[in-house]
């Protein structure tokens, strides 16, 4: 009666103050009662297909429910659903949720773990709970697949309320979804690069993973990318980097903020720069005499000599707005996400010519992005960098910089 007579009087409350909402509870409890068919009367999904609910993030529930309320998000039974609410409504419901314990309380945990059901198909491939769990740990760089650990948490309890919990969702689902990011019927940048990148065998992998994780709790992730392997170019490099050293660090590590580090970056993309300063079209007066030394051997070797070192990257503080930037972009300013080409971990992409901008020196990401502003580096193809720098300020660069400098 009491939480009836609390429930009105906040609804009341809500009708006058017509301020953001926010969730109650109680009030959720009884408008859940519709979701309750296929999410559990304690949001455990009443089957593989349906997403627990219980212990998710409220923030995260309201905005899923928004997008498939507009739209963005498809789903032909999740839509007039959807529709129904308003926005005080969502935040009623997804307090209600998230306020469920986690796994279900105790009383309707039966149907909670039968997702274990045998299926005599003949199978192809055996997932590995192992190999999905080293995936979500580490991701793999080389495949521009970000570790999942950062956004969704350890073993899938999510810290960072937009991102939700994946722990104790059910692995169908999970599996179910990263195939929607993967063709794209589910849109969600991050998402949509790292399912893309994927295989089918490492999604099964991950659902097998979430299946059962206390099964590989004590397995010690292995990394899924071998250290870049010692090649005879890479040899011959490191004798002929001798008279780079004294501006880039024998390692690549430069000392100097102005001089770039070339630790780690894609080889391609170095010996397109030592091409480019050779031939001028990259202009500076201190690298291309130096590039004019170098044969187109001695320029391969090179570039994979620094292309196989680590680079170093210190604890720095980064920056929120730069963060934002970079994996948001801004669309009233068309200002494209720099994630789209230099990738998640900042990693760029070899093939693609996009280079690493990860832990490189401050002081030259901010010179190199007022030098394509200006113009005067203009090597990139199809004018890709200056076609974004041009709608930089000088304060979005020294942001953006500090960011791209802390990322590792
Ligand atoms: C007829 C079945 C059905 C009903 C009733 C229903 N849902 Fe759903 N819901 C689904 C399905 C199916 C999905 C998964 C959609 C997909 O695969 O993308 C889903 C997904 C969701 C999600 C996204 C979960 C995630 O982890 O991304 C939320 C939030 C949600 N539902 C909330 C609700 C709420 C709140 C109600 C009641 C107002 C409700 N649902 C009623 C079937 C239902
Ligand atoms: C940069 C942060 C980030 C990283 C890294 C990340 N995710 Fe996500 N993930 C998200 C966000 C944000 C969403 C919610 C998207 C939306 O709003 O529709 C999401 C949604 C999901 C969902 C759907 C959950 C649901 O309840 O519907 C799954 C499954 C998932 N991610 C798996 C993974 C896996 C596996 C990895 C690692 C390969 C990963 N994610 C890496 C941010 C991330
Ligand atoms: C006297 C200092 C100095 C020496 C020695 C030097 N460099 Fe540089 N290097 C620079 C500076 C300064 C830049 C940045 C130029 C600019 O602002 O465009 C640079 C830029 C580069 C770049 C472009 C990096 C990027 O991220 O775009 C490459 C590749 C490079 N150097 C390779 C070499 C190689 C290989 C050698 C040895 C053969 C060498 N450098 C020797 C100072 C030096
Ligand atoms: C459409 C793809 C694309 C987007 C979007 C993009 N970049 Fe780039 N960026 C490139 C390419 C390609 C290069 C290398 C050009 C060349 O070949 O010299 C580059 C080079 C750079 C460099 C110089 C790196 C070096 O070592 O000299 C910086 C710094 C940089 N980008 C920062 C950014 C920032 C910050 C954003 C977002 C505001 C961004 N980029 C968005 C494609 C892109």
Known sequence: MKHILTSLIL??????????????????????????????????????????????????????LKAFKSGDRKDPLMAPMAAALSEQDM???????????????????????????????????VPNPAAGKSLYELGDASRNIASCIGCHGSEGNSEVLIYPNLANQHPEYIAKQLMNFKNKSRVNYAMNQFAGNMTEDDIADMAAYFADPAAVANVVSRKIMPAAPITDEVIAGKAKSATCAACHGADGNSPVAIYPKLAGQSADYIIKQLQEFKAGTRKDPVMGPMAAALSEQDMLEIASYYGAQKIA????????????LYFGGNVKRKITACVACHGVNGKGMNKAGFPTIAGQNEAYLKAQLMNFKKGQRNNDYNTMMQSVAAKLSVSDMDELAKFMASMK
Do not use: R
């Open 91 to 125: 935040a009623d419901v997804a307090a209600y949720f998230a306020g469920l314990p986690h796994d279900g309380g105790s009383q309707d945990s039966g149907s909670a773990s039968a997702g274990t059901s045998t299926s005599s198909a003949p199978v192809a491939y």
């Open 313 to 324: 990257v210190a604890e720095l503080a980064g920056s929120d707005i730069g963060k934002k």
């Open 11 to 64: 609804t009341l409350l809500s009708i006058n103050i017509a301020v953001a909402a926010s969730g109650d509870a109680d009030a959720g409890k009884t408008k859940a009662a519709t979701c309750a068919a296929c999410h559990g009367s304690n949001g455990i999904g009443a089957s593989d297909t349906f997403p627990n609910l219980a212990g998710q993030h409220s923030d995260y529930i309201v905005k899923q």
